[in-house]
């Protein structure tokens, strides 16, 4: 069975940084499409970030753009997300997922039915 574990997440003060990892076991991720989401208390899921199979191609939300990195390293099967300049409003579950169809990229939508999700990890920005 397929599989994403997500780690990195934490409290962390307003203006600060952190870099979350998803990691992906029983395939190659290279084939694979990255996306990012999160899910604020009692909101939707939305879209972070989405990568391709290479760091060249990368789709950002509007709130991530200038803040947030997505980046993978094929060789360790391991996908990243630095994100600096946290404010409050990022808070929330934050959870990787993977397709095999590259064009999810471009689109980035949270309620498109990838092949697999990780479990999420939690992130706060609270001073």
């Known amino acids: 069975q397929v599989q994403l574990v997500e780690s990195g997440g934490g409290l962390v003060q307003p203006g600060g940084s952190l870099r979350l990892s998803c990691v992906a076991s029983r395939f190659a991720m290279q084939l694979y499409a990255i996306g990012w989401f999160r899910q604020a208390p009692g909101k939707e899921r939305e879209a972070v970030a989405c990568?391709?199979?290479?760091?060249?191609?990368?789709y950002y939300a509007d709130s991530a753009k200038g803040r947030f990195t997505a980046f993978r390293d094929n060789d360790k099967n391991t996908a990243y997300l630095q994100m600096n300049s946290l404010k409050p409003e990022d808070t929330g579950v934050y959870y990787c997922?993977?397709?095999?169809?590259?064009?999810?990229?471009?689109?980035?939508?949270?309620?498109?039915?990838?092949?697999?999700w990780g479990q999420g990890t939690q992130v706060t920005v609270s001073s």
């Open positions: 997922a993977a397709d095999g169809d590259f064009s999810v990229v471009p689109r980035c939508s949270p309620t498109h039915k990838y092949d697999t």
């Open positions: 990568i391709s199979s290479t760091n060249d191609n990368v």
